[in-house]
């Protein structure tokens, strides 16, 4: 009897097409034999080439990654412990952590239990709903320092929520909810000095060149009124009108009142779990326990045999992608710092920009620009280490103090302009939650907003506090 002929191979589509193309060239330009290139324009090829497919979105994140990860090791680009030192990062071991909690918040029904006592007080109305799940996203920031840490256990409750509020998968209305929770948790965070990476980074990075970080509260109130409070509203203005939608007729399980069942004693296991991991979280600065590692020890609560809280084959149902994805955005930074890349091309723009004490107005939007421009080409975590250094020249060049300048990092980073830049909003398209051209089109929404509008204002308030002039 004849064996079944193997299925066809599907073909490529058009954009896997140009994204090969493109992987080719730029191989060609790193494996040529002919001519001596500078290893930073080859450092430069490699990280063109990754952005350029991440925003485009012609390969999976993960496969841009993994890309990535070749060309630097087969063209030498960087030492192995550069090129992969996005796997002993902490933005990693926080993805898995946090997808281990949310598979078991998922398991035990905890998401469903939580959403159910959450959804009477956001059924009026969409706008309530909406206004309601950003505000909540952005109260945890103040009690969970890890921006990845928040979207993980976010996303499972927002499902449950949305599927109780009556808006189906697919549906607009959906999608805002959870670009409600995402950029909810993520923007304001950067205006709280320990609720984002990009933050903490730039801290330790000020402390090392400067001699001192900025305090919690000097920090507080230099860009929370404005990129933390204000956005906000912003946000949940934009979200109401771009989504708003109606959702399905409630069901009989779904128009009941507040949920009076009790929990089980595996969501109560949980609960205890997640309890304790927000406690270790928040208290921090005390115990000196990052809280990618405080995640890890709720993880392996979970994964422990006969914990409960996880189903028997938890690992195999685990998803990995995004931990490749994180992994692949932090190397690309680390690699263009390990070359120079990003120093040169920032010194290259000092000494071309109009630099003056005598136009601070200007000179706070260069500034700004220019660490936005960084952050484009070594994502938000990178601009810290690139522009740290260079503040004292800066400083010296624009007649202000130190603290200043280093703050119009904080400006910039806040200003997302492409999901890459920032690895939590990415992490939610991998898992499927939110398709990432709604992420895109919010991202450069909030960005163009930020910068036309909410740069002059943060000028006028910092002139208010007299850290200018």
């Given at each position: 009897?004849?064996?079944?002929?193997?299925?066809?191979?599907?073909?490529?589509?058009?954009?896997?097409?140009?994204?090969?193309?493109?992987?080719?060239?730029?191989?060609?330009v790193?494996?040529?034999?002919?001519?001596?290139?500078?290893?930073?324009?080859?450092?430069?090829?490699?990280?063109?080439?990754?952005?350029?497919?991440?925003?485009?979105?012609?390969?999976?994140?993960?496969?841009?990654?993994?890309?990535?990860?070749?060309?630097?090791?087969?063209?030498?680009?960087?030492?192995?412990?550069?090129?992969?030192?996005?796997?002993?990062?902490?933005a990693?071991?926080?993805?898995?952590?946090?997808?281990?909690?949310?598979?078991?918040?998922?398991?035990?029904?905890?998401?469903?239990?939580?959403?159910?006592?959450?959804?009477?007080?956001?059924?009026?109305?969409?706008?309530?709903?909406?206004?309601?799940?950003?505000?909540?996203?952005?109260?945890?920031?103040?009690?969970?320092?890890?921006?990845?840490?928040?979207?993980?256990?976010?996303?499972?409750?927002?499902?449950?929520?949305?599927d109780?509020?009556?808006?189906?998968?697919?549906?607009?209305?959906?999608?805002?909810?959870?670009?409600?929770?995402l950029?909810?948790?993520?923007?304001?965070?950067?205006?709280?000095?320990?609720?984002?990476?990009?933050?903490?980074?730039l801290?330790?990075?000020?402390?090392s060149?400067?001699?001192?970080?900025?305090?919690?509260?000097?920090?507080?109130?230099?860009?929370?009124?404005?990129?933390?409070?204000?956005?906000?509203?912003?946000?949940?203005?934009l979200?109401?009108?771009?989504?708003?939608?109606?959702?399905?007729?409630?069901?009989?399980?779904?128009?009941?009142g507040?949920?009076?069942t009790?929990?089980?004693?595996?969501?109560?296991?949980?609960?205890?779990?997640?309890?304790?991991?927000?406690?270790?979280?928040?208290?921090?600065?005390?115990?000196?326990i990052?809280?990618?590692?405080t995640?890890?020890?709720?993880?392996?609560v979970?994964?422990?045999?006969?914990?409960?809280?996880?189903?028997?084959?938890?690992?195999?149902?685990?998803?990995?992608?995004?931990?490749?994805?994180?992994?692949?955005?932090?190397?690309?930074?680390?690699?263009?710092?390990?070359?120079?890349?990003?120093?040169?091309?920032?010194?290259?723009?000092?000494?071309?920009?109009?630099?003056?004490?005598?136009?601070?107005?200007?000179?706070?939007?260069?500034l700004?620009?220019?660490?936005?421009?960084?952050?484009?080409?070594?994502t938000?975590?990178?601009?810290?280490?690139?522009?740290?250094?260079?503040?004292?020249?800066?400083?010296?060049?624009?007649?202000?103090?130190?603290?200043?300048?280093?703050?119009?990092?904080?400006?910039?980073?806040?200003?997302?302009?492409?999901?890459?830049?920032?690895?939590?909003?990415?992490?939610?398209?991998?898992?499927?939650?939110?398709?990432?051209?709604?992420?895109?089109?919010?991202?450069?929404?909030?960005?163009?907003?930020?910068?036309?509008?909410?740069?002059?204002?943060?000028?006028?308030?910092?002139?208010?506090?007299?850290?200018?002039?």
């Open positions: 009897m004849l064996s079944p002929s193997p299925p066809a191979a599907p073909a490529m589509t058009p954009p896997q097409r140009l994204a090969l193309a493109a992987v080719l060239l730029t191989a060609m790193l494996f040529q034999p002919f001519v001596v290139i500078d290893n930073q324009l080859r450092v430069a090829a490699a990280i063109l080439l990754s952005i350029g497919l991440w925003t485009t979105g012609w390969l999976p994140p993960w496969l841009t990654a993994i890309v990535f990860f070749t060309l630097c090791m087969a063209g030498k680009l960087a030492p192995a412990s550069t090129v992969f030192a996005g796997f002993a990062s902490s990693v071991w926080l993805v898995f952590s946090g997808a281990v909690l949310g598979e078991a918040i998922r398991h035990t029904g905890l998401g469903d239990r939580l959403a159910r006592r959450l959804a009477p007080a956001l059924t009026r109305s969409y706008t309530r709903a909406v206004a309601g799940v950003t505000l909540f996203s952005a109260a945890l920031l103040f009690v969970m320092p890890s921006s990845m840490g928040r979207v993980m256990l976010l996303l499972p409750i927002l499902a449950s929520l949305a109780r509020l009556g808006y189906l998968p697919g549906r607009k209305g959906r999608h805002g909810l959870f670009l409600g929770g950029l909810g948790t993520y923007l304001p965070a950067t205006a709280v000095l320990p609720a984002n990476i990009p933050n903490n980074v801290a330790g990075a000020m402390e060149v400067l001699g001192a970080a900025p305090s919690y509260a000097t920090y507080f109130l230099l860009h929370f009124p404005i990129l933390g409070a204000l956005r906000l509203g912003i946000l949940i203005a979200l109401a009108v771009l989504y708003r939608d109606t959702p399905r007729p409630a069901d009989p399980a779904t128009a009941e507040p949920d009076q009790p929990a089980t004693a595996l969501q109560k296991r949980l609960g205890l779990v997640l309890v304790l991991a927000v406690a270790l979280w928040s208290s921090d600065s005390w115990h000196h990052p809280a990618a590692w995640g890890m020890l709720a993880a392996l979970c994964l422990y045999p006969g914990s409960g809280l996880l189903p028997a084959n938890a690992f195999g149902t685990l998803r990995f992608e995004a931990i490749f994805y994180v992994a692949g955005i932090v190397s690309l930074g680390a690699v263009a710092d390990h070359s120079g890349l990003g120093s040169s091309l920032a010194r290259m723009a000092i000494a071309a920009l109009p630099l003056s004490p005598e136009a601070p107005g200007l000179a706070f939007g260069l700004t620009g220019l660490s936005t421009l960084v952050g484009l080409a070594v938000l975590p990178g601009v810290p280490p690139v522009m740290t250094p260079l503040v004292p020249d800066l400083a010296a060049a624009v007649g202000w103090s130190p603290l200043a300048v280093a703050m119009t990092q904080v400006v910039a980073f806040s200003s997302v302009i492409l999901p890459y830049q920032a690895p939590p909003l990415v992490v939610a398209i991998q898992a499927g939650y939110v398709p990432g051209r709604d992420v895109t089109r919010l991202c450069l929404i909030t960005a163009a907003i930020t910068i036309i509008g909410l740069w002059p204002l943060t000028y006028w308030w910092w002139r208010v506090l007299g850290i200018i002039g």
